[in-house]
Structure formats: C-alpha cells, structure tokens
C-alpha cells in the first residue's frame, strides 16, 4: 500500500514578543505565531495600582489576517473583548483595544521587543496530508508548529532545551537535527495511519477512518529570564473523539535550567500548599468545602500538586490534563493562582524580583 501527498514549510511565519504602553497607567505584552493566514498566541495587561504595577493572568488570544494583513484577535471565551487593526509588519502592530466595559475603544501600538531576559524564537511548521493510493479518503494530516531558541543561550543549555521540547512531543530517537527529527516523527505516524489501514475494511464511509495530528507550541512567559512554552497536542482517529493534551516547559534563562515545581514551593509547607490546591480546586468548580470529590467524579477526594505548570507575572498556573484528576466529561482543570495567595508556601517571597507585585 503506498501513500501520497504534500510537505509545506509556510513562508512568512514567525513569533514576536510584542510589548506596548497603552497609557502611562496600561500596558499591554503579548506573545503571537503568524502561521498562514492565522494569528494567535497569548497577552496581558498590566495596570498601575498604588505605585505597583498589576499584572492579569495570561489571557489566550485567537484571530486572523486578511490578505492586508487587517486582523481580529478574540479573546478565547469572551465575545465582550477582542483586539482589530492591522499588522504592519513581523515588527509592528497598531490597531484597536475593543472592550464593552470600556466608554470608547483604545488605541494600541506593539512593537516586537527583546529587552534583557527574553530571547527570539524561531518557528518551525510542517504540514502533510496523505491518503490511500487511488483514495481522497481516508487520510491522515500531520500539522507541528514548534518554537526553538535561536540563540543567546549556551550549546549546552540550548541542546537542554531542545532536547525538552522534543521528548515532550513524543521523539525518542537519535538527538539530530532539527529536520530530522521532524521527519522521523512523521514517517512514525504516517506509518502506524498505513498500518492501521490494512487492518480495517474500507467501507461507504471512508472519511470515518481519517486520522489528525496537530503540535502547536505557543509562549506564554518570555519576559524576567523566564521562558515558559505551552506545548498542545491534539489527536484524533477516525469517529472517536480526539483528545487534546498540553505540556509547559519552564526555563531559567540566567541559570540555564529546567525548572520544577521544586524550585517554587517550599517543601516545609507541602502539606499546607495542598490544603490550598484543594481549596482553590473547589472554589474553581464552585463547590463547598466538605463535599466528596470522588462523589463527584474526580479520582481522589484530595487534590494533588501537578509538575505541570506554568509561570508567568501574574502567578503560577497548574494544569491538569483529561485523566489525570477526572475523566474526559469533566475536562481539563487549570488553575491560575496570583503571586500574592502564593506567597506563603514559595521557597523566595520575591522569586525573580519583578514577579510579585
């Protein structure tokens, strides 16, 4: 049984870091990927309370270009709020802030920025779409947009990273480069598609057989020598319902590590610290104080730190994957807890200086 199909590496793609003073009381970062006609990524604002600035949560962010590079970028969840204007190149955006609670629409201006403590990524894609010999259906799509350092870090450091990212997305061979590695990961699933194919009748629905794969990296901390990536991976095979998985990855830019929850938490307060997920678990759930988890379908009734979490100037985000504390009906869990409530269990009341507020 042999296969075609096509390999696109997408001109024009990139990442930016982009910051912006709205008003000398509001700025604005954000951290988009431009993939074809897609722009997407993460932002958020900081606003001048008391002398100190505040910073929100890391608030996701999903649009488009036309073919004039005019763009809408929506806030995931919120049909009240959304950014429009146009990208006037990989280095500047301008546009509008449009938000109900707002009197008026405020003007922005982001410029793509690498201050002392951030560094450039370079964007990796790649797309190929196969089907049967002689078939349109069924196929399978393969679709990786990855994020690497492209440079300012140390060999050592930079094969770490690398090496991370890759482990994460499921490559277990040989440390090659880049293209390499890409190529084994899709001559991998290319070959479990075929080899599932003879094993199945092809029948009036072929389309039912179809496979998907997607990879997508994204930055949802890149400021203080903190770079913190999200890593979501979506899968899905024939009728079943696809499953959506996503990974952070935390590194230090001064020490040139991978950080863990363990460098964050004191262990003196393991036990106080989650008390404290449980509560935070349940007011995100909305549920009272004595109610059974498990009762409610979650696997344990206590609520366990996760090594998968994510940093940024707001605070700390812990994130559960289906299955991990429930099952598929119940969904992902993420919470997003402020520096300040975090405060009494971290090993620095003031880890990286600019963090807490």
Same mark, same amino acid.
């Given at each position: 049984?042999?296969?075609?199909?096509?390999?696109?590496?997408?001109?024009?793609?990139?990442?930016?870091?982009?910051? $912006?003073?709205?008003?000398?009381?509001?700025?604005?970062? /954000?951290?988009?990927?431009?993939?074809?006609?897609?722009?997407?990524? @993460?932002? &958020?604002?900081?606003?001048?309370?008391?002398?100190?600035?505040?910073?929100?949560?890391?608030?996701?962010?999903?649009?488009?270009?036309?073919?004039? !590079?005019?763009?809408?970028?929506?806030?995931?969840?919120?049909?009240?709020?959304?950014?429009? $204007?146009?990208?006037?190149?990989?280095?500047?955006?301008?546009?509008?802030?449009?938000?109900? /609670?707002?009197?008026?629409?405020?003007?922005?201006?982001?410029?793509?920025?690498?201050?002392?403590?951030?560094?450039?990524?370079?964007?990796?894609?790649?797309?190929?779409?196969?089907?049967?010999?002689?078939?349109?259906?069924?196929?399978?799509?393969?679709?990786?947009?990855?994020?690497?350092?492209?440079?300012?870090?140390?060999?050592?450091?930079?094969?770490?990273?690398?090496?991370?990212? &890759?482990?994460?997305?499921?490559?277990?061979?040989?440390?090659?480069?880049?293209? !390499?590695?890409?190529?084994?990961?899709?001559?991998? @699933?290319?070959?479990?598609?075929?080899?599932?194919?003879?094993?199945?009748?092809?029948?009036?629905?072929?389309?039912?057989?179809?496979?998907?794969?997607?990879?997508?990296?994204?930055?949802?901390?890149?400021?203080?020598?903190?770079?913190?990536?999200?890593?979501?991976? @979506?899968?899905?095979?024939?009728?079943?319902? $696809?499953?959506?998985? #996503?990974? &952070?990855?935390?590194?230090?830019?001064?020490?040139? #590590?991978?950080?863990?929850?363990?460098?964050?938490?004191?262990? *003196?307060?393991?036990? *106080?610290?989650?008390?404290?997920?449980?509560?935070?678990?349940? *007011?995100? &759930?909305?549920?009272? /104080?004595?109610?059974?988890?498990?009762?409610?379908?979650?696997?344990?009734?206590?609520?366990?730190?996760?090594?998968?979490?994510?940093?940024?100037?707001?605070?700390?985000?812990?994130?559960?994957?289906?299955?991990?504390?429930?099952?598929?009906? !119940? $969904?992902?869990?993420?919470?997003?807890?402020?520096?300040?409530?975090? /405060?009494?269990?971290?090993?620095?009341?003031?880890?990286?200086?600019?963090?807490?507020?």
């Amino acid at each position: 049984m042999t296969m075609n199909g096509i390999s696109l590496y997408a001109q024009n793609s990139f990442y930016e870091h982009y910051t $912006g003073l709205i008003s000398e009381e509001l700025k604005l970062t /954000a951290d988009l990927v431009k993939v074809k006609e897609g722009f997407s990524g @993460y932002y &958020y604002y900081e606003f001048l309370e008391e002398g100190a600035w505040i910073s929100s949560k890391p608030i996701p962010l999903d649009g488009f270009l036309d073919d004039k !590079n005019q763009f809408v970028l929506n806030e995931f969840g919120d049909q009240n709020s959304f950014f429009q $204007g146009r990208l006037e190149n990989a280095k500047l955006i301008k546009g509008q802030w449009v938000n109900n /609670a707002l009197k008026e629409n405020i003007d922005f201006t982001l410029k793509a920025t690498y201050a002392q403590g951030s560094i450039p990524l370079q964007l990796v894609e790649k797309y190929q779409a196969k089907s049967l010999k002689g078939q349109m259906e069924p196929q399978a799509e393969f679709n990786l947009v990855l994020l690497f350092p492209e440079g300012q870090l140390d060999p050592a450091a930079h094969h770490q990273l690398n090496r991370r990212i &890759y482990q994460l997305i499921g490559y277990r061979g040989e440390f090659e480069p880049n293209e !390499n590695r890409i190529n084994t990961l899709e001559e991998s @699933y290319f070959r479990q598609f075929e080899n599932a194919m003879t094993q199945v009748s092809i029948d009036s629905f072929p389309d039912h057989l179809s496979w998907q794969k997607s990879i997508r990296m994204d930055v949802i901390n890149n400021e203080s020598s903190l770079l913190c990536m999200q890593i979501d991976m @979506y899968a899905k095979t024939g009728k079943q319902e $696809g499953t959506r998985v #996503k990974k &952070y990855i935390v590194f230090d830019l001064v020490e040139n #590590k991978l950080l863990g929850i363990s460098d964050f938490i004191n262990p *003196e307060h393991g036990a *106080e610290f989650q008390a404290f997920l449980d509560q935070k678990l349940r *007011e995100h &759930y909305k549920l009272h /104080a004595t109610t059974s988890l498990t009762e409610l379908g979650f696997f344990n009734n206590e609520m366990k730190p996760t090594s998968n979490f994510y940093i940024h100037p707001g605070g700390l985000g812990f994130y559960y994957n289906i299955f991990e504390i429930a099952p598929f009906s !119940n $969904g992902p869990t993420d919470l997003f807890i402020p520096w300040s409530e975090m /405060a009494p269990f971290l090993l620095d009341p003031h880890p990286f200086g600019v963090f807490i507020n």
